[in-house]
């Protein structure tokens, strides 16, 4: 152990991030409630310096990908970050400021396991093992939950929001890609089931293996994900057409990215524009289909797809609007892709980006809404279902917290939040969920961050410069701020995230004239 004197008290002000370097290790100090904390100053998921986010109501977010932390002692209280922060021993002296570091520093606390699983004779099941999943099995061990947890699932837990960006790219290293090792789940007696499940009974509380073996529960968590959409279309059962969805994909489409030269993409959505970025860092030519005149215009609107389609026509993707494909040709392997109206595309490899479905064919007894999805109530027990049964994630359709009617949000942070709330429910929580809907992208280079949930809009109002990836635009639906999509301004997006969950939005009148000072605003939200 090593004291350091990093910093003057006086410049340590209340509500603010102080950055302290120590030798190789970032810190970050807050002044909470008068008293002063020194944090590992980089965010346990990616990375991040957490001085350049924002400190609010005692929660420090990350300026990237909007994990919170408690200020005061560097709890986890949001994902994407799975850890803690570590908190030093900090002390005062006159006007100086001084903290002890081990050596070495760790830059993440490890969740604790609970003991022993005989304390509880209850068998919680969470079916998938993907982002909600995972998520849900360790919060009910952060919970104190002493039962047995099973996770089920064949595919994960692994960090899926890479395999479309830095795994396709090869720049991603093999620890990055799982979210655990096998030592975690064990010291934490979580148990792993890789099997595939053929049914879910509800009424008697029990699932079924593919051969045939049956296992009873006395709470059970789907968190079954998304499957992609496929084409009915001819050829589509070629070799060389493929979807992204799982690591084996991954695997697979990145093996024939090593031979390949033409690439199309059918489907202009993220998981397809974030392909095209990588796969054209690679080198490969890549066509983009997209029925759409612009990319994502249903979605962020016509002048930000326009941003996009630019973005990508610089960076060498051929982006092919308002068109159609009508079948895919090849003897055994995809050798081309047809249009409707009769252009040919060459093509060696060919990734259909259509979107997901929810994953629920399995379930007997249970209403499923028109996109197959589960309705929820506020604590993520489905509707209509009889006994302990609870969604979360892509399968799950909840109540909107800041607006009308339920919805479903296919978006990894998502899925972590809400698989997180759904364990606390499965142990008797009363509490209704009320997070903040958050997604970030990574194109050619330029990130950005949505906040909100948008399903449907009448105005976007769009404050900076689109050209120069440096703006907020704001999605407006019946006079209310639904989403906010930005670039380049990682702190007011930030400060926008609390805002939101502080229901302290500005009205539409402002967000039409001059530039919001979300700083000011989020002060004002705080008292």
Not at 113 to 120: L, M, N, Q, T, V
Not at 407 to 414: A, G, K, M, N, T
Request: with cysteine; aromatic share 6%; hydrophobic share 45%.
């Amino acid at each position: 152990m090593t004291t350091h004197r990093v910093a003057r008290a006086r410049d340590v002000r209340e509500g603010e991030l102080y950055p302290v370097k120590v030798g190789e290790t970032d810190l970050v100090l807050v002044r909470v409630g008068g008293e002063l904390h020194a944090l590992y100053g980089r965010c346990t998921h990616y990375g991040a310096l957490l001085a350049e986010g924002i400190l609010s109501d005692g929660r420090l977010v990350c300026p990237w990908h909007h994990a919170c932390f408690a200020a005061a002692t560097g709890a986890l209280l949001e994902p994407p970050a799975l850890d803690a922060l570590p908190r030093f021993e900090t002390r005062v002296e006159g006007d100086e400021v001084f903290v002890t570091l081990p050596d070495p520093v760790l830059g993440r606390v490890l969740p604790e396991g609970a003991g022993a699983p005989e304390a509880d004779a209850r068998r919680f099941v969470i079916l998938g093992a993907g982002a909600a999943g995972a998520a849900a099995a360790e919060a009910l061990r952060e919970a104190g939950f002493r039962g047995r947890v099973l996770l089920v699932g064949q595919d994960g837990p692994y960090d899926r929001t890479l395999l479309s960006k830095d795994y396709l790219k090869e720049e991603a290293t093999k620890g990055w890609i799982p979210l655990r090792d096998g030592a975690f789940y064990s010291a934490c007696d979580i148990e792993r089931l890789e099997a595939q499940v053929t049914r879910v009974d509800p009424a008697a509380q029990t699932l079924t293996l593919e051969g045939g073996e049956t296992l009873a529960y006395d709470a059970l968590l789907l968190a079954t994900g998304g499957a992609p959409r496929r084409l009915e279309l001819p050829g589509a059962e070629l070799e060389g057409v493929h979807t992204l969805r799982t690591l084996h994909d991954a695997r697979a489409l990145l093996s024939e990215a090593e031979g390949a030269r033409r690439v199309v993409l059918v489907g202009a959505s993220f998981i397809g524009m974030e392909c095209a970025s990588s796969l054209r860092a690679r080198g490969l030519a890549v066509t983009a289909i997209t029925p759409d005149t612009v990319p994502f215009e249903r979605l962020l609107g016509s002048a930000v797809g326009r941003a996009f389609a630019e973005l990508h026509r610089q960076n060498g993707v051929t982006l092919l609007t308002e068109a159609q494909v009508a079948r895919f040709e090849g003897e055994g392997r995809v050798a081309g892709v047809v249009l409707e109206d009769g252009r040919a595309l060459e093509a060696d490899l060919v990734l259909v980006g259509v979107g997901v479905e929810p994953a629920t064919g399995f379930l007997a007894g249970v209403p499923l809404e028109d996109d197959g999805s589960l309705a929820v109530d506020g604590s993520f027990r489905v509707v209509g279902a009889p006994g302990p049964l609870y969604a979360a994630g892509d399968v799950a359709r909840y109540p909107n917290p800041y607006g009308p009617g339920r919805i479903r949000v296919e978006h990894w942070r998502v899925a972590m939040q809400t698989g997180r709330a759904a364990a606390r429910a499965m142990l008797g929580s009363a509490e209704t969920f009320d997070g903040v809907p958050f997604f970030w992208t990574l194109q050619h280079g330029k990130g950005l961050r949505y906040v909100g949930h948008a399903e449907a809009w009448d105005e976007v109002v769009i404050q900076g410069d689109l050209d120069a990836w440096d703006f907020l635009a704001y999605y407006l639906q019946k006079g209310r701020l639904a989403a906010v999509l930005g670039a380049g301004r990682d702190a007011d997006l930030c400060r926008v995230h609390e805002c939101m969950r502080l229901r302290s939005l500005p009205a539409a009148d402002e967000l039409r004239g001059r530039a919001v000072d979300w700083a000011a605003r989020l002060r004002t939200a705080q008292g």
